[in-house]
């Protein structure tokens, strides 16, 4: 049994399949009005091998010229992200222990030969608030850390409705998918793994007194 650190918890079979299948529709929606996109390095412009897209009032994009950050529309389209699938504002009121909405649904599309470097979610704002990852169709090894890059690392298998979340003191914990294990699941048709990370970006505003 692997232990993960503080703050990290990994819930396995947290979708059954009826409910993985309904998500992987929504996804399908949202894809069709965000298309899937090639995310590049800041500086160095090199592509990352996970296709991506994003719903909510933000999505994380990155790219050459401006690097990390969020933005309210698709880089492509120009237009705005469609809203979070019911099914994942669920989850997120089930499983964040967050007051507040996510306002960001970041879409990673992986075929078996994407990858994701070890790295921290760190450009949001609302650092109190937990980042909880949906996983869907082929496993993949993960692999979590310490908040510090050079802390020791734990892999787990993630499998077809796991949910992971990193909260507290594991909030910025160093991540990444060292590999996709092909042909692991039969949801998607075509194979390959979707992750869907949702995040609270902006902190909420505090409460309005009335006198
Ligand atoms: C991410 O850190 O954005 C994705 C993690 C994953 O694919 O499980
Ligand atoms: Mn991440």
């Known amino acids: 049994m692997q232990v993960l650190p503080k703050g990290a918890r990994h819930i396995p079979g947290y979708l059954d399949r009826a409910a993985q299948e309904a998500l992987v529709e929504d996804i399908r929606a949202v894809v069709q009005a965000a298309p899937l996109y090639v995310p590049t390095m800041p500086g160095t412009g090199k592509e990352m091998s996970v296709r991506m897209t994003n719903c909510g ?3 994380w994009v990155t790219d050459r010229e401006r690097g990390y950050r969020y933005q309210p529309t698709h880089p492509g389209t120009g ?3 469609p809203p979070i699938p019911e099914a994942l504002l ?3 009121r089930e499983v964040s222990d967050y007051p507040h909405p996510p306002e960001a649904c970041l ?3 992986y075929t078996e030969a994407a990858k ?4 921290q979610d760190r450009d949001e704002a609302a650092l109190d608030a937990p980042v909880v990852s949906v996983s869907l169709g082929d496993s993949c090894l993960f692999r979590v850390g310490e908040t510090s890059r050079s802390g020791p690392t ?3 298998r993630l499998d077809s409705g796991d949910v992971v979340i990193l909260g507290g003191e594991g909030r910025l914990c160093f991540h990444g998918v060292d590999r996709i ?3 692991t699941s039969t949801l998607l048709k075509n194979g390959g793994r979707i992750n869907l990370t949702l995040r609270r970006v902006t902190k ?3 409460p309005r007194h009335i006198r």
């Open 57 to 59: 009032s933000l999505g």
């Open 79 to 81: 237009l705005p992200w």
């Open 90 to 92: 669920k989850i997120w």
């Open 107 to 109: 879409v990673n599309f």
């Open 116 to 119: 994701m470097g070890l790295h």
């Open 154 to 156: 734990v892999s787990i």
């Open 181 to 183: 294990y092909p042909a």
């Open 204 to 206: 909420p505003s505090p």
